[in-house]
């Protein structure tokens, strides 16, 4: 274990390092146990840096087995070695050249940071401090060199060696079994963007031809035998590469772009310069073992990292406080794509229920943290929903504010000027207030201040003088180490809608020709002239700003933007919120007229009725309640899980009940002709079925039964089964335990299937499922030693299930604690990423916060913890000031 728990790192504390690194020789003799790594590294000191400071690099479990300068061996007492670092005391003041020989044990590396091995093979994770745990180094971004990796192996072991860049030499070692790759990548890069790969592998490839006309061979590794479940991906990649091309004027700068899938990995993917890394779930699909969202995931990842390739490696992030720089950047891009690949509407939506359900969660909870945080003791605790998706939502609103063609202007001046350079937030504004000749330094607020901003709007109709006015005010509650907050600049989208449908020509000089008012005070009002009728307002179109709003709109008038408004996003928008004040309401105890959820159910049916063919997809999202968790999140305080889930179950229900010969009608008419494919508006009908199928249930158990089972043998697809089975869990009995049994038997041998058994059954919200999951976990199959094992069933009971994990008696949460304690001995990323399901522990009634607070110091107190688990543990306790 590391011992230097306590060290804050502040962004205030920045300092250019003392050295510079220009090229990095790598010769690394691949061993399952005792794997030699000799680096060569060329230095100098940087003119930026201390005249006469020492030179100490970074190192993390590594063993030095020798050092030399300038081809000198150096004697002990010229430098002073530790697991943790390597410092040579008197380091020469002109350039000169490191050698340093260490030893490392991949197959012992549980940790999965640096070299380690899945199902055999090697592979390598550096960011963001994996890089020390291969050889010392200067392992910050800012430290960017040239690398060339001399890769050796046993050719029965590894036949397959890569490396970052492009192959420069291979070959045999004479009278030996053993053979060798040499990889040279001429893009001076960062170390966490080293990778190295050796291993049995299956290849699929094409050739893509950039803009430019260079010709670049495109390849996708994964275990033989898999390869024709990577034709998707390959195909995502081309697309991918396209589209940046057309959107952003970016090409590729490489001769290969190599893609590896392997089955043990932290996160989803990694963007190693010319050499992703990619968590298997998130590369292999056929119809049979994936869904349409698998699909659409992998085609969203495989567009983010290659988009790295420009937001993130050709620019990267000075330091790790500048994370959002590539992070927001890169997802608000492959959010962009997958919407003119998909549905633009269906698209947003999916996104903001994520942010919701992710980052405002984070927001409210005792680890908000700002987009870009100001300290940390563990950056990898900083791959947060707040600085990948918040991130992209600035990065959205700034496109709002300055319009579409200064947008790709500020972009090009970006990339233009900052290319081959370790970035700042600051650099990224500059080229925006650059080319508009604006003043970026309110905005920029957002990266600074944590918390989701609350707006609150009244609407006033005076009809004598056909004026409307709008009224808007807004604050942001506290977070760690943020009692008060300032105003924040809002882009609010928004027009008008007449409650009969028709359009209303009102004007107000505040709003712009994109049709966005900009609040940034702490309150304004804006009126339109002009207006005949009371309006309907329609605010916050395509979810303009990452806030939470509180409208003075009755449910009556809500009700009408759901038929009416133009745009689709407000439309679902309507529905949800008439939806959540009742399930509110319900879920606290109070009562609510029965004609209220009556007009909902007529509203649906009638959207239903009319409208949900034009797009399925979009249909199936309105007929989605919002979750339990978005529930608990609204009411905020003094939460009880089981209120809530019965009367979502129950709105349900009602729902159901209303809109049956609709939801049957759907279920039968809907049927996939012809082969699968994982098209967005095939994926949209089968979403609409599904959905239908699953309201039903909840209407007429035996019904939904019958169905289910029915879909459940006859299924042509992965999407269509695992739908069926997931209907069914609803629906406690025989019927649902044969299903669960026929589906081990059908998938035991493919891990990615078995996940999605693990997670619905650790999902059933019934007594018995914390004893089913322990169950599960002696299952052949479970494994805590492989993340996605981990995630799929312990994960997915500590996050989805709102009423089991948080069970009153705090059994939920003492076997999470259990877990990740045991989980923390082998792989602490992973055990602190379990740890976060802790985030809503603050909003839960006092028997459930008592039980919850006592799980967590009884993590906290434990000795020798990972520096990643007592982080989380300590940052969820901590009383926060002014909360
Ligand atoms: N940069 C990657 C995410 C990533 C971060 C840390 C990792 O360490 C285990 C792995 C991947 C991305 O944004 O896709
Ligand atoms: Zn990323």
């Given at each position: 274990m590391r011992t230097d728990i306590a060290q804050t790192v502040r962004l205030e504390d920045y300092r250019p390092s003392d050295f510079l690194i220009d090229r990095v020789d790598l010769d690394v003799r691949l061993h399952p146990t005792a794997t030699r790594i000799t680096a060569t590294l060329s230095l100098r000191p940087n003119p930026?840096?201390?005249?006469?400071a020492p030179l100490t690099l970074d190192g993390d479990e590594v063993s030095l087995k020798a050092v030399a300068l300038d081809g000198r061996a150096l004697p002990e007492s010229e430098f002073e070695a530790s697991p943790q670092s390597l410092t040579i005391t008197q380091p020469p003041r002109g350039p000169f050249t490191l050698t340093i020989e260490t030893e490392i044990d991949p197959?012992?590396?549980?940790?999965?940071?640096g070299l380690y091995r899945s199902s055999g093979n090697y592979c390598t994770q550096?960011?963001?401090?994996?890089?020390r745990r291969i050889t010392y180094f200067?392992?910050?971004?800012?430290?960017m060199a040239v690398y060339t990796t001399r890769i050796e192996a046993e050719r029965d072991e590894a036949p397959v060696l890569l490396g970052n860049g492009n192959r420069v030499e291979a070959g045999s070692l004479e009278g030996t079994s053993r053979h060798y790759a040499v990889w040279h990548d001429p893009h001076p890069k960062p170390s966490y963007l080293f990778a190295l790969v050796g291993g049995r592998l299956g290849r699929v490839a094409k050739s893509f031809t950039t803009m430019s006309g260079r010709e670049v061979e495109l390849a996708i590794y994964v275990e033989?035998?898999?390869?024709?479940?990577?034709d998707y991906a390959l195909d995502a990649l081309e697309r991918s590469m396209r589209w940046d091309e057309r959107a952003f004027g970016r090409e590729y700068d490489l001769d290969v772009f190599n893609i590896v899938a392997v089955?043990?990995?932290?996160?989803?993917a990694m963007e190693n310069k010319g050499l992703n890394i990619f968590n298997d779930k998130y590369v292999l699909a056929s119809p049979e073992t994936a869904t349409d969202a698998d699909y659409a995931n992998i085609e969203a990842i495989i567009a983010h990292e290659y988009f790295h390739?420009?937001?993130?490696?050709?620019v990267t992030c000075r330091?790790?406080?500048?994370?959002c720089l590539k992070e927001g950047l890169t997802v608000f891009r492959d959010q962009e794509f997958s919407s003119d690949e998909r549905s633009r509407p269906v698209h947003r939506i999916a996104e903001v229920k994520t942010l919701r359900a992710r980052q405002f969660l984070e927001d409210s909870s005792p680890l908000a943290h700002p987009v870009?945080?100001?300290?940390?003791?563990?950056?990898?605790?900083?791959?947060t929903a707040t600085v990948y998706e918040k991130g992209a939502e600035i990065v959205r609103m700034l496109k709002a504010l300055i319009g579409p063609a200064d947008f790709r202007r500020g972009m090009d001046l970006y990339y233009e000027r900052c290319d081959g350079t370790a970035a700042t937030v600051e650099d990224f504004l500059a080229a925006f207030a650059d080319v508009t000749?604006?003043?970026?330094s309110h905005f920029a607020r957002w990266y600074a201040q944590a918390g989701t901003p609350r707006v609150t709007v009244k609407g006033t109709f005076d009809a004598a003088a056909r004026t409307y006015r709008l009224d808007f005010t807004q604050e942001t509650p506290p977070t760690p180490g943020q009692p008060t907050k300032e105003p924040m600049a809002i882009p609010v989208a928004l027009g008008l809608v007449a409650r009969d449908g028709s359009a209303i020509e009102a004007v107000s000089d505040?709003?712009?020709?994109?049709g966005v008012f900009v609040l940034d005070k702490a309150s304004d009002s804006l009126t339109f002239t002009g207006v005949s009728a009371h309006p309907v307002p329609s605010l916050?179109?395509?979810?303009?700003?990452?806030v939470k709003t509180i409208l003075d709109l009755s449910n009556e008038e809500l009700l009408v933007l759901l038929r009416h408004d133009s745009d689709a996003f407000n439309r679902w928008q309507a529905a949800q919120t008439v939806a959540m004040r009742l399930l509110a309401a319900r879920s606290t105890g109070k009562a609510i007229a029965d004609s209220d959820v009556a007009d909902l159910a007529t509203a649906l049916r009638a959207f239903m009725e009319t409208d949900a063919l034009g797009d399925p997809a979009f249909a199936a999202l309105v007929l989605t309640l919002p979750s339990e968790a978005d529930i608990a999140q609204d009411i905020g305080?003094?939460?009880e899980p089981d209120m809530i889930h019965r009367a979502r179950k129950e709105m349900r229900r009602r729902i159901g009940q209303a809109c049956i010969e609709t939801l049957r009608h759907f279920r039968d008419s809907l049927s996939a002709t012809g082969a699968y494919s994982p098209d967005a508006a095939s994926a949209g009908r089968r979403a609409l079925r599904n959905a239908s199928l699953d309201l039903l249930a909840a209407a007429d158990a035996a019904l939904g039964e019958t169905l289910a089972r029915e879909q459940f043998e006859t299924a042509g697809n992965m999407t269509d089964r695992l739908a069926a089975l997931s209907t069914l869990m609803t629906l406690p009995g025989d019927a649902r335990e044969a299903a669960l049994a026929r589906f081990e038997e059908s998938y035991r041998d493919e891990p990615l299937v078995l996940d999605k058994w693990f997670t619905l059954q650790a999902m059933?919200?019934?007594?018995g499922t914390l004893e089913r999951v322990k169950r599960l976990m002696?299952?052949?199959?479970?494994?805590?030693?492989?993340p996605n094992r981990v995630r799929s069933l312990i994960g997915s009971f500590a996050m989805l299930n709102q009423v089991q994990f948080n069970r009153q008696d705090g059994s939920g949460y003492d076997f999470l604690a259990d877990i990740v304690l045991r989980v923390d001995e082998l792989n602490p990323q992973l055990a602190a990423r379990l740890l976060t399901?802790?985030?809503?522990?603050?909003?839960?009634e006092t028997k459930r916060r008592t039980h919850a607070k006592s799980a967590l110091s009884r993590i906290a107190g434990?000795?020798?913890?990972s520096r990643d688990v007592s982080d989380i543990a300590a940052r969820s306790l901590a009383e926060q000031q002014g909360q």
């Amino acid at each position: 274990m590391r011992t230097d728990i306590a060290q804050t790192v502040r962004l205030e504390d920045y300092r250019p390092s003392d050295f510079l690194i220009d090229r990095v020789d790598l010769d690394v003799r691949l061993h399952p146990t005792a794997t030699r790594i000799t680096a060569t590294l060329s230095l100098r000191p940087n003119p930026k840096g201390r005249a006469d400071a020492p030179l100490t690099l970074d190192g993390d479990e590594v063993s030095l087995k020798a050092v030399a300068l300038d081809g000198r061996a150096l004697p002990e007492s010229e430098f002073e070695a530790s697991p943790q670092s390597l410092t040579i005391t008197q380091p020469p003041r002109g350039p000169f050249t490191l050698t340093i020989e260490t030893e490392i044990d991949p197959t012992s590396n549980t940790k999965l940071m640096g070299l380690y091995r899945s199902s055999g093979n090697y592979c390598t994770q550096c960011e963001a401090e994996g890089f020390r745990r291969i050889t010392y180094f200067l392992d910050r971004p800012d430290v960017m060199a040239v690398y060339t990796t001399r890769i050796e192996a046993e050719r029965d072991e590894a036949p397959v060696l890569l490396g970052n860049g492009n192959r420069v030499e291979a070959g045999s070692l004479e009278g030996t079994s053993r053979h060798y790759a040499v990889w040279h990548d001429p893009h001076p890069k960062p170390s966490y963007l080293f990778a190295l790969v050796g291993g049995r592998l299956g290849r699929v490839a094409k050739s893509f031809t950039t803009m430019s006309g260079r010709e670049v061979e495109l390849a996708i590794y994964v275990e033989p035998g898999k390869e024709n479940r990577a034709d998707y991906a390959l195909d995502a990649l081309e697309r991918s590469m396209r589209w940046d091309e057309r959107a952003f004027g970016r090409e590729y700068d490489l001769d290969v772009f190599n893609i590896v899938a392997v089955s043990d990995f932290n996160m989803g993917a990694m963007e190693n310069k010319g050499l992703n890394i990619f968590n298997d779930k998130y590369v292999l699909a056929s119809p049979e073992t994936a869904t349409d969202a698998d699909y659409a995931n992998i085609e969203a990842i495989i567009a983010h990292e290659y988009f790295h390739n420009w937001s993130g490696n050709r620019v990267t992030c000075r330091d790790w406080f500048q994370l959002c720089l590539k992070e927001g950047l890169t997802v608000f891009r492959d959010q962009e794509f997958s919407s003119d690949e998909r549905s633009r509407p269906v698209h947003r939506i999916a996104e903001v229920k994520t942010l919701r359900a992710r980052q405002f969660l984070e927001d409210s909870s005792p680890l908000a943290h700002p987009v870009r945080p100001i300290q940390y003791r563990e950056i990898n605790n900083f791959y947060t929903a707040t600085v990948y998706e918040k991130g992209a939502e600035i990065v959205r609103m700034l496109k709002a504010l300055i319009g579409p063609a200064d947008f790709r202007r500020g972009m090009d001046l970006y990339y233009e000027r900052c290319d081959g350079t370790a970035a700042t937030v600051e650099d990224f504004l500059a080229a925006f207030a650059d080319v508009t000749g604006r003043d970026l330094s309110h905005f920029a607020r957002w990266y600074a201040q944590a918390g989701t901003p609350r707006v609150t709007v009244k609407g006033t109709f005076d009809a004598a003088a056909r004026t409307y006015r709008l009224d808007f005010t807004q604050e942001t509650p506290p977070t760690p180490g943020q009692p008060t907050k300032e105003p924040m600049a809002i882009p609010v989208a928004l027009g008008l809608v007449a409650r009969d449908g028709s359009a209303i020509e009102a004007v107000s000089d505040r709003v712009n020709a994109e049709g966005v008012f900009v609040l940034d005070k702490a309150s304004d009002s804006l009126t339109f002239t002009g207006v005949s009728a009371h309006p309907v307002p329609s605010l916050f179109r395509e979810f303009s700003a990452p806030v939470k709003t509180i409208l003075d709109l009755s449910n009556e008038e809500l009700l009408v933007l759901l038929r009416h408004d133009s745009d689709a996003f407000n439309r679902w928008q309507a529905a949800q919120t008439v939806a959540m004040r009742l399930l509110a309401a319900r879920s606290t105890g109070k009562a609510i007229a029965d004609s209220d959820v009556a007009d909902l159910a007529t509203a649906l049916r009638a959207f239903m009725e009319t409208d949900a063919l034009g797009d399925p997809a979009f249909a199936a999202l309105v007929l989605t309640l919002p979750s339990e968790a978005d529930i608990a999140q609204d009411i905020g305080r003094d939460v009880e899980p089981d209120m809530i889930h019965r009367a979502r179950k129950e709105m349900r229900r009602r729902i159901g009940q209303a809109c049956i010969e609709t939801l049957r009608h759907f279920r039968d008419s809907l049927s996939a002709t012809g082969a699968y494919s994982p098209d967005a508006a095939s994926a949209g009908r089968r979403a609409l079925r599904n959905a239908s199928l699953d309201l039903l249930a909840a209407a007429d158990a035996a019904l939904g039964e019958t169905l289910a089972r029915e879909q459940f043998e006859t299924a042509g697809n992965m999407t269509d089964r695992l739908a069926a089975l997931s209907t069914l869990m609803t629906l406690p009995g025989d019927a649902r335990e044969a299903a669960l049994a026929r589906f081990e038997e059908s998938y035991r041998d493919e891990p990615l299937v078995l996940d999605k058994w693990f997670t619905l059954q650790a999902m059933i919200p019934e007594d018995g499922t914390l004893e089913r999951v322990k169950r599960l976990m002696e299952h052949p199959g479970f494994s805590m030693n492989n993340p996605n094992r981990v995630r799929s069933l312990i994960g997915s009971f500590a996050m989805l299930n709102q009423v089991q994990f948080n069970r009153q008696d705090g059994s939920g949460y003492d076997f999470l604690a259990d877990i990740v304690l045991r989980v923390d001995e082998l792989n602490p990323q992973l055990a602190a990423r379990l740890l976060t399901s802790f985030s809503s522990w603050r909003m839960m009634e006092t028997k459930r916060r008592t039980h919850a607070k006592s799980a967590l110091s009884r993590i906290a107190g434990k000795p020798n913890l990972s520096r990643d688990v007592s982080d989380i543990a300590a940052r969820s306790l901590a009383e926060q000031q002014g909360q």
